[in-house]
């Protein structure tokens, strides 16, 4: 099932309307993060100095304001702890249902919940204590001035969660 991005607009950039994150090296400093998932990977900074590893990814840590930060793997099989399902009155550029749950990531994970979209799943299906795996989807690419290179299309992705047994 295809999730949709920025609303229709053919072969035009609408700047004002995407709703992604600029994932691309030149404007994100958290760019390894987006290029971990598109390899399946779900990741966040562990800082080198004192140990701690926030989520979202950051440039600075937290704790200590160190910037020596590495990516450390989050899980990828999580299960509900709750969740709401919009079927009406979605989001521009959102199709209905719209699906977020409030999720668990497992006694080993330094990252304990997590609030998450769900995607591939029908109205009614989910349950709370529900296993759900990372689903990596493509969203609209955006526009990138590289120099005398021209303008050149950055290809992007962002993460849900969807169910395991589909
Ligand atoms: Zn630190």
Wanted: glycine share 6%; aromatic share 10%.
């Amino acid at each position: 099932m295809p999730v949709p991005g920025i609303p229709v607009l053919d072969n035009l950039y609408p700047a004002t309307m995407d709703m992604w994150p600029s994932e691309a090296k030149e404007f994100n400093r958290v760019w390894p993060f987006y290029e971990n998932l598109k390899q399946g990977r779900l990741t966040t900074t562990r800082c080198k100095n004192c140990g701690h590893i926030a989520f979202p990814p950051r440039v600075i840590c937290p704790e200590c304001y160190s910037e020596d930060l590495e990516y450390t793997d989050l899980p990828t099989r999580v299960k509900v702890i709750a969740f709401s399902e919009e079927t009406k009155g979605v989001p521009l550029g959102f199709e209905a249902p719209l699906i977020h749950a409030f999720i668990d990531m497992g006694p080993g994970s330094p990252v304990k919940k997590m609030l998450s979209r769900v995607v591939n799943c029908p109205v009614g299906k989910l349950k709370v204590g529900d296993e759900l795996r990372l689903a990596v989807f493509e969203v609209p690419a955006m526009p990138v001035e590289k120099g005398r290179q021209g303008t050149i299309m950055v290809d992007r992705v962002f993460f849900a969660f969807e169910p395991v047994d589909q």
